[in-house]
Structures are given as structure tokens and as C-alpha cells.
């Protein structure tokens, strides 16, 4: 019994408070604050699509989903296609031979949708930029629109999740929007 | 030159016709001999012959659009790297008859617009047709013509009732991407094609032109969970080609920052094994221990992935008393928490009764293709390049090898855990052991009137053993950089290996070759 406890409590998830020492933490409790959790609605349903990253993101993406973090207490939930996502996330630099699979995906989601670019590559094209093998200039935006931009070597699974979060408020938006 | 080397280098003369050796010298721990451009392929198969692994194939570009083709082989009877070049406008084939050299070989075809003669499969590797290609090759600027009909086919096995299945580039994983074609006959697999290069960044080209000292950054973004590895790797290439000597506590510090590097690395794997099968609650906690282990990493380098610590000449950062501290304490907790999760993981039998025997790679087949790492170690084949070929601070620790017979992915599951706990036990070696002294030596790559400096690298990364070619001009800048990483090596295995095996259980085979895509294509 005792062990049973020990064990529930070193696996344990972070607790969110707006007075960590960690920036990103606070940030992300501030959006929480913001945007409200409720029981059936308002969750974010994600994609990622690695258009050029050297896995380090997906990497932290993982973790963004694993016991510690534990995004998934927020509504955020990774699906398996863009056809069920919210939010499209994409790493980057993007490549040339990434490039058309990326604006597939893109295409592929439902309307009102959100792309976050997560990674300095994505958002600047760093370190490649002008590669003969980058779709244009390598960042995100020159082959999708992108809503919000998680900058970091990689962004950590603090930053990915205010990141997220960000874009379900621009949801939000453009749901508004829309209804008017 | 030591003994083995001159017994070795007597061997090849012998069965060479006489003048094909035009150079054989011994520098930065590695053996370069020049050859006669017919002589290249003979001589490799000559080495293979008598024990010589076949490690990668790398080309550069010569003044008058010439190239200079390097096969680079671990030799253990000599504890050196061996690297044959020769320098033409027209080579044979590897490929023809060594199968592992394939993918080398056309990547070679695709970076310069050589066309080596009895390739077995001349379609183009790294760039794709329907994407969109460059003007000129990357490497000698060679302008690049489109063949007239140059879509990628891939062909079935040719079996009655046989149909295809497409998976990728996307997946639907927190992966990265590429594409998979399996051939399938019900649940059986008759034959997979993997089509890579989806993450093409350019990697070696985009270097060139710039200062050796200032491209590390470029370095730790080949793969992300490899980037010490491949740091240290690239690092050592070009102090050995510049002659510096780095001081001992530098490379502790880089050998203790690997050795982190693995542990976190592995730890994703366990995870991702179990995350194959269902089996979430070992996956989960061996997340807990991942993230808890990258959050020692953040708090003793600043980076969660270990990046910017490892400088040209030694590190950047010193390894204070309270940083080692800090990594013992928790690292013993850690040990503790590991072997709860093993003991929890390993009881279950539902488990082991999917993993045992699936995926078996045979050990012929992981010599002949040459894999590396903990995938060909799992069946048998000792190859870890910190026994094999020394470097950084293992010769002192006292490395042990862990190897398994079977192959299996059991075999991979339980090599990678005894390599964590290996790699626990050396850094704690490691941090009682640190010597004092300098981070860095002098002048980091001074001018030199050398005309031709060029150095090698190898490290054994968390995938395994990868290599590093470095050429630097007069002024210390890169003329050529290339690389090999394990997991392009291995992605042939898990191609070549599959067939046989049913369709859900690839991705549990792929999760324990664990290869890195972004490290693949570069």
C-alpha cells in the first residue's frame, strides 16, 4: 500500500501555478487562466508534421505529452491525421522535399484551424537558410500560414504548450468570427 | 607505424598488382593510403578480405572536375580506421559486390553526377524527382540533367495476389517523417522499400566556406538526440587534422556528456518499445525517468539536449564540483527508480511473449550489411566504436561491452538497458576521476601553409558508431565536410529485415532499430 502511494506520487504530473520559478510554467498557467477549461468543449486537438527538424522537437513533443507535463490534463490531445486536428504543428526548417506533403497536410484540416511553426528553424529557417535544399527560404510561413511562433533550440515542453494554447485562443477567434 | 599496421598494409600489397598503393601513411590515428583510381574497389575487397569493416563511402570534388573517392573500414587487428582514396573521373562500383556500400554509393551519384559503372540501383537517393531538384549537384557544381522519365518506381516481389501499402511521409506518430512501401501478401510482409531524404537539409553543403570553429551549431542539428555524438565526433576530425592536442579534463567533460546523452537517448527507446506493444504504464514511467534526466541535463549545461558545450579544441563549460555533484546524487536516485521500472517491465509476460523473437536479425545478415550500434550488438556482433577504435577518456574507464545473441527485439531491449546502466556506472567513473586542468588548447585551428589538411571522426553515438570526414583549407575554413550517422547505416537492416515478419509488427522492429531520420538525410 505504501509502496503503491510512494510510486503515485514520483510519477506524479508538475504542478501549474503562476509563481514557478520556470517563465514558460507561468505562462502557461496565465493562458490557462485565460481560456478556461470546461467539460465538453474547448479542447485542442493537434498534428504535427516534421517538415525538417532533427527530431529534437518531436523529441520534446513526446514529453509534452508524457506523466510530468501531461498536456493531455489541458485538453491537448495528438491525433494520427490533420483531418481530425485543430491545430497543425510544424517543425522546420522546410525542406524542398518536405514542402508539398506539409501544404497537403495543411489542406487536409477543417476550418477553423491554427498552425503553430515550433523551433527557431521553423520560425527563421536557422541554421540551413539558403540551402540549395530548403523550400525557399525555410521558413514555415513561406509555405503555410502560421498563427503562432514557439521560438527556442528546441522550445521546451512548457513553451510547446503555450504555444498550443495561444493557437486555441486564435481559434477561438476565428470561430467567433465566422458566427457573426 | 606500428607493427599490425605494417603486417596489415603487406597483406593488401600483396594481393594488389604491384604500384597500387601510391600512398599509405599513418596520421591522427587513422591510416590514409592513396590509391590508383582502378585499384580503389580490388583494394577494398581486398581489406574486407582479411577482416576490415566496412564503415561508409564519402566523395569530394578535385580541381578540373575531378573527385576523390574515400571507403573508409574499421580494422580491428589494426585498432585503426582505414581510409582508401583515390582521386578520377570514373569509378567502379562498390555496391556492385559489397551490398552494404549501396546507399553511399548513390548518394554519392546524386551529391556529385558521377556515374559509377555496375550500381545495382542507379535511381537517385537523396533528391527526389516530383519535389522538385537543384540546378547543379552540391558537391563539384556539376549542372544537374533531369533524366527524361525519372520517376521513382518501386517494384513489388512480382507474387500473384500480392498488394501494396503506403505509409508516409507523415505519420501518425510524434515521429518524423519518411516513406514506406510494404509489399504484402495478407499480414505477411514480402518486401519493404523504405524512401528516405524527406528531411534533406543540405547538412554538408551548407558548411562549406565557413570557419571550423563556428559550425557547431550546424554540427548539433544533424540529429537532435545525438547531438554530443556527433559534436565530439566532428570535433575530433578537425583537431586531428589541425594536430591539437585537447587536455584530458575536456575530454572527460565531453565523455561524461555523452554518456548523458545516452542515457536520455536509450531511455526513449525503452519507452518507445513498450508505446509500440500498448503496454503504456512502463512506457509512461520511463517518460518520467527521460524528462527527469533532461531536467539534469538543463540544470548542469543549460540545455536541455546538451547542446553548445562541446567547442573545436575541448569544451566550453567547465564541470564545476557541485555540477558532478549534482549529476552523481541524482543519478544514483536514478538507478534506484531504473531497476523498479525494469523489474515492472520485464514481469510482465504478455510483454516478453510479443517481443521475444520478433524482428530477429540474423548475424550474417548485420555483417553484411554492416550495421552498427545496439542493433547489431543485440545479435552478437561487437562493434562499439568506444572498445573498437579508443577515443576521448574510454580507454581510462575501462568501457565494458554489453552484446546479446539473439537479434530480437528483446535482444535490442535488454542491450539498450544494460547500456544505460553502463553508462550510469561511467559517469560516475568518470566525475571521481576528473582531472584538473585547461578546457581548451591554445589557438583553436590556426592558419596552416599546409595546403591539405583532412581528418577523420568517429564516436559511438546512442545509435552507434558514426564518422566524420573533415577537409579544411589554408585559412581553417571547411572545403568538404561529410558524414555518416548510424541510423544511415541501419535503415537498410530494417529494410532489408522485415520481410517475413506481419504488418503490426513493424512498428515495434522500427521503434527498436530506433533510427533517426533527420540524422539519415542530412
Avoid at chain 1, 506533403?101 to 539558403?130: H, N, Q
Wanted: proline share 6%.
Amino acid at each position: 500500500m505504501l509502496e503503491t502511494l510512494k510510486l503515485a506520487f514520483e510519477y506524479f504530473p508538475d504542478r501549474v501555478s503562476e509563481k514557478s520559478p520556470d517563465p514558460a510554467v507561468r505562462e502557461v498557467a496565465l493562458l490557462l487562466k485565460q481560456r478556461p477549461m470546461s467539460l465538453f468543449s474547448r479542447s485542442i486537438h493537434v498534428r504535427m508534421v516534421d517538415a525538417g527538424s532533427p527530431n529534437d522537437v518531436e523529441l520534446e513533443e513526446q514529453l509534452m505529452m508524457a506523466p510530468r507535463v501531461d498536456a493531455e490534463r489541458f485538453g491537448v490531445h495528438f491525433v494520427a491525421s490533420p483531418r481530425h486536428a485543430d491545430v497543425l504543428i510544424v517543425t522546420g526548417p522546410v525542406t524542398q522535399n518536405m514542402r508539398v506533403a506539409l501544404i497537403k497536410s495543411y489542406e487536409a484540416m477543417a476550418e477553423p484551424r491554427a498552425v503553430v511553426a515550433a523551433g527557431d528553424g521553423a520560425c527563421t529557417g536557422w541554421p540551413f537558410k539558403g540551402s540549395y535544399a530548403l523550400a525557399g527560404d525555410g521558413r514555415v510561413e513561406s509555405a503555410v500560414p502560421v498563427d503562432v511562433k514557439v521560438p527556442g533550440n528546441p522550445p521546451d515542453p512548457y513553451e510547446l504548450l503555450a504555444g498550443i494554447l495561444k493557437a486555441g485562443m486564435i481559434i477561438d477567434q476565428k470561430r467567433k468570427g465566422k458566427s457573426k | 607505424m606500428t607493427d599490425e599496421t605494417k603486417k596489415f598494409s603487406g597483406i593488401i600489397q600483396k594481393s594488389l598488382k604491384p604500384g597500387a598503393i601510391e600512398a599509405w601513411e599513418d596520421r591522427g590515428g587513422c591510416i590514409w593510403a592513396a590509391l590508383r583510381q582502378g585499384d580503389l574497389v580490388p583494394a577494398c575487397k581486398a581489406c574486407m578480405a582479411n577482416g576490415a569493416i566496412f564503415d561508409s563511402g564519402f566523395v569530394s570534388s578535385r580541381p578540373g572536375g575531378a573527385f576523390e573517392v574515400s571507403y573508409l573500414f574499421r580494422v580491428p587487428a589494426m585498432g585503426r580506421m582505414l581510409i582508401l582514396r583515390a582521386k578520377g573521373k570514373e569509378f567502379a562500383a562498390l555496391s556492385a559486390t559489397v551490398n552494404a556500400a549501396l546507399w553511399d554509393e548513390r548518394k554519392m551519384q546524386d551529391l556529385t553526377g558521377l556515374k559509377l559503372t555496375g550500381i545495382p540501383d542507379s535511381r537517385p537517393l537523396i533528391f527526389h524527382p516530383e519535389s522538385g531538384m537543384p540546378d547543379k549537384h552540391p558537391v563539384g557544381g556539376k549542372a544537374l540533367v533531369r533524366q527524361k522519365n525519372d520517376d521513382y518506381v518501386i517494384k513489388g516481389t512480382g507474387v500473384e495476389g500480392e498488394f501494396e501499402l503506403a505509409v508516409g511521409p507523415v505519420h501518425a506518430g510524434i515521429i518524423e517523417p519518411g516513406h514506406f512501401r510494404f509489399h504484402i501478401l495478407g499480414e505477411q510482409i514480402n518486401k519493404l522499400e523504405t524512401r528516405m531524404f524527406y528531411l534533406h537539409r543540405g547538412v554538408e553543403k551548407s558548411v562549406e566556406g565557413k570557419a571550423a570553429i563556428e559550425i557547431l551549431p550546424v554540427i548539433e542539428q544533424i540529429s537532435g538526440d545525438e547531438s554530443v555524438a556527433n559534436g565530439v565526433a566532428y570535433c575530433h576530425a578537425v583537431e586531428r587534422a589541425c594536430g591539437l592536442k585537447v587536455p584530458e579534463r575536456a575530454e572527460y567533460i565531453r565523455a561524461i556528456l555523452m554518456e548523458l546523452e545516452r542515457i536520455y537517448s536509450h531511455l526513449s527507446d525503452l519507452g518507445g518499445m513498450p508505446t509500440d506493444v500498448g503496454f503504456t504504464m512502463s512506457a509512461s514511467r520511463f517518460a518520467v525517468l527521460r524528462e527527469d534526466m533532461m531536467r539534469l541535463n538543463r540544470k548542469v549545461t543549460g540545455s536541455r539536449f546538451l547542446r553548445g558545450m562541446c567547442v573545436v579544441g575541448g569544451v566550453s563549460d567547465d564541470m564545476t564540483k557541485e555540477k558532478l555533484s549534482i549529476i552523481t546524487s541524482t543519478l544514483t536516485d536514478f538507478e534506484n527508480r531504473l531497476a523498479h521500472v525494469e523489474r515492472f517491465t520485464l514481469e510482465s509476460s504478455t510483454y516478453l511473449n510479443r517481443i521475444f523473437s520478433t524482428g530477429a536479425v540474423p548475424q550474417k545478415a548485420a555483417a553484411d550489411l554492416a550495421l552498427v550500434g545496439p542493433v547489431a550488438r543485440a545479435c552478437g556482433v561487437s562493434c562499439d566504436l568506444r572498445r573498437a577504435l579508443p577515443y576521448s577518456a574510454y580507454p581510462d574507464a575501462g568501457f565494458r561491452e554489453s552484446t546479446e545473441k539473439t537479434g530480437d527485439v528483446l535482444a535490442r531491449f535488454l542491450v539498450k538497458l544494460a547500456e544505460v546502466k553502463e553508462s550510469v556506472r561511467l559517469v560516475n567513473w568518470l566525475a571521481s576521476h576528473m582531472p584538473s586542468g585547461k578546457l581548451q588548447c591554445g589557438p583553436a585551428v590556426a592558419e596552416s601553409e599546409e595546403p591539405e589538411r583532412a581528418g577523420a571522426g568517429w564516436a559511438e553515438a546512442p545509435r552507434g558508431g558514426c564518422a566524420f570526414l573533415v577537409e579544411l583549407s589554408e585559412d581553417g575554413k571547411i572545403r568538404r565536410l561529410a558524414c555518416r550517422t548510424a541510423s544511415f547505416r541501419n535503415w537498410r537492416g530494417a529494410e532489408n529485415l522485415v520481410p517475413g515478419d506481419i504488418v503490426p509488427d513493424f512498428p515495434l522492429i522500427n521503434k527498436s532499430f530506433n533510427m533517426s531520420y533527420a540524422g539519415t538525410d542530412l
